[in-house]
T-cell receptor, first 116, second 110 residues
Framework: GAVVSQHPSWVICKSGTSVKIECRSL??????MFWYRQFPKQSLMLMAT?????????EQGVEKDKFLINHASLTLSTLTVTSAHPEDSSFYIC????????????FGQGTRLTVV | AQRVTQPEKLLSVFKGAPVELKCNYS??????LFWYVQYSRQRLQLLLR??SRESIKGFTADLNKGETSFHLKKPFAQEEDSAMYYC????????????FGTGTRLQVTL
């Protein structure tokens, strides 16, 4: 199956700093990628839809200035958590849609962010 | 707005027993329903989708539009089925997206 790679798998940062998470589709092109946030023992909550070459679409309640999304190429989307605070600590997961496979979404392994 | 409900957080069954993971949805349009599985320390992966009407690893799921349900079933549970299962609905249109249920942890014991 198709592979989506997230980097880093885990990161610890200090409050006030910014962290960038990368999401790559390794063997297919993805015009659309999605960013989710998952709290412990809870479901995946969609944060935003990332569209190649255009602005991301954010879900209600998600601060676009806080969570910057860039989708500059068909294989790479990045999520930058700006001025991170401890409450931003979470598991962030990306997925990429392969339009060649019934638009199936493939998921990255996730990134565990801890803000101290 | 669309919604996916999985009423059980945990389902514990014995090996060889039948399994049914419940999923109900609400959506004003014509939905696409999926089941995703997440094994321990692995990423989320697609198990099956309603349009394929297939059986994967012995699991099946039938979309019941009258009851707005998409329950996941398997006649005989195996230990390796222990995992987290998420039901998801994909909206239609140019801005389609997946909405996930809260997930059910299936625990198969000997």
């Amino acid at each position: 199956g198709a592979v989506v790679s997230q980097h880093p798998s885990w990161v610890i940062c200090k409050s006030g700093t910014s962290v960038k998470i990368e999401c790559r589709s390794l063997d297919f092109q993805a015009t659309t990628m999605f960013w989710y946030r998952q709290f412990p023992k809870q479901s995946l909550m969609l944060m935003a839809t990332s569209n190649e070459g255009s602005k991301a679409t954010y879900e209600q309640g998600v601060e676009k200035d806080k969570f910057l999304i860039n989708h500059a190429s068909l294989t790479l989307s990045t999520l930058t958590v700006t001025s991170a605070h401890p409450e931003d600590s979470s598991f962030y997961i990306c997925s990429a849609r392969d339009m060649g496979r019934f638009a199936e979404a493939f998921f990255g392994q996730g990134t565990r962010l801890t803000v101290v | 707005a669309q919604r996916v409900t999985q009423p059980e957080k945990l389902l514990s069954v014995f090996k060889g027993a039948p399994v049914e993971l419940k999923c109900n949805y609400s959506y004003s349009g014509s939905p696409e329903l999926f089941w995703y599985v997440q094994y321990s320390r692995q990423r989320l992966q697609l198990l099956l989708r309603h349009i394929s009407r297939e059986s994967i690893k012995g699991f099946t799921a039938d979309l019941n539009k009258g009851e707005t349900s998409f329950h996941l079933k398997k006649p005989f549970a195996q230990e390796e089925d222990s995992a987290m299962y998420y039901c998801a609905l994909r909206t239609t249109g140019t801005a389609s997206k997946l909405t996930f249920g809260t997930g059910t942890r299936l625990q198969v014991t000997l």
